[in-house]
């Protein structure tokens, strides 16, 4: 999701007012908690005392290539330990766990995903991966780790503690990942009554470094080193070691817009160079100048497509959850790509691409920070 997004995805929490502090929160705790359905109690949860805690404008810092966007703010730690103790009492509707994971990011769990199904056990430990997708943007895989009871918090690819490769060796950078902890799911704490522990996790792949034509690849997912902490802190935790997998999956085509268009807004050029768009999500590749001292990996631009009664800030009708829209990252060749979650496939006509401001930030520096404000609006049209 990017932060652009956060005020029209969460309207609820956020209401009529523009609260920079409180957007940042609400976004920060989507990236962290990362997951669909969130009941009313964790909404309810965010009251004045919590928000007052973030003080200071802060913003998501940008990913480098093969980086994992999973920074956070300390203010939105704490509340995201808040929301986990709520969502470990509150419970949700039983549904298998990796469905649940799916629902959290847009379109995902209507992809064709190839059931996989490939296990492995190994002290205890079962590694299973469930199911994958892979288009010409990028490559979804979805699968859950069981550790025994008295055991949690097993390490995954949320921790970068994984990789995927093609048979060539061709490596795949992580752009995003998400995971559910079955003891917060359906009101049940397993690792207190005995049973075994459920995570699922979803880990998304930048997948532009196919091969123009690929049609179908063999692929090859790698946690190097899971393990396991002990619910009692004085038993050693559980190492498991390597689990490899390797499959086939069909890559989906996507549609290419050359657009090449460049715009100035507050002194600054900004190119939308093209929109690739597939089944499971469009992207925008564009090009600007660093300032401010800050280097380019170290900035995102804060965008959104829309088009005749469609905008990708929208979320689908009664949905009230937290839903990962899309994410901010920076490719080899120093493009900007923008992603926007779901299949816009359909959507033809005329295009709307809005840029509203750019924004960088240091991730090892307190408060050096800037933002341009725009916005640098694109059209172009999808037949």
Known sequence: MNPSQTPNAFSDLLGGGSDSALERLVFDLAKIYGRG???????????????????????????????????????????????VLIVAVVGYAVAPLVDQLLANERGAASLPMQNIGQAQTTNGVTVKLERAYADVNRILVAYTIQVPAG??????????????????????????????????????????????????????????????????????????????????PSVSELKAGS?????NLPVAPGR?????????????PVTLERVVITPSET?????????????????????????????????????SGLMTLGDSFMNTRGEHVETFSGDFQSRHGEWTFTVDALSGVVPTATN???????PWTFRFSLS
Do not use: M
């Open 151 to 232: 055991f949690a918090e097993s390490t995954s690819g949320l921790d970068r503690k994984i990789s995927l490769t093609d048979a060539q060796g061709l490596t795949f950078p992580v752009i995003d990942a998400q995971g559910l902890d079955g003891n917060s799911v359906g009101g049940a704490v397993s690792n207190l009554t005995g049973q075994s522990h459920l995570i699922a996790d979803l880990v998304t792949f930048d997948a532009e470094s196919l091969a123009p034509g690929t049609t179908e690849i063999t692929l090859q997912l790698t946690l190097p080193d899971v393990r396991a902490k002990a619910d009692n």
């Open 37 to 83: 359905g969130a009941p009313v109690a964790v909404r309810k949860s965010l009251d004045s005392s919590l928000i007052d805690a973030v003080s200071v404008r802060g913003r998501l810092p940008s990913a480098r290539v093969g980086r994992p966007r999973l920074h956070f703010k300390a203010a939105a730690l704490i509340a995201a330990a808040v929301v």
């Open 243 to 247: 689990f490899g997998f390797t499959f």
């Open 368 to 374: 050096a920070q800037a933002q341009v404000d725009g």
């Open 283 to 319: 992207r925008a590749y564009l090009r600007f100048p660093a300032s401010a001292g800050i280097v380019d990996s170290d900035w995102i631009a804060d965008a959104h497509i829309s088009g005749v009664g469609w905008d990708s800030r929208q979320l689908p009708a009664a949905f």
């Open 256 to 268: 290419v817009v050359t657009v090449g268009q460049t715009l100035v807004a507050s002194g600054v």
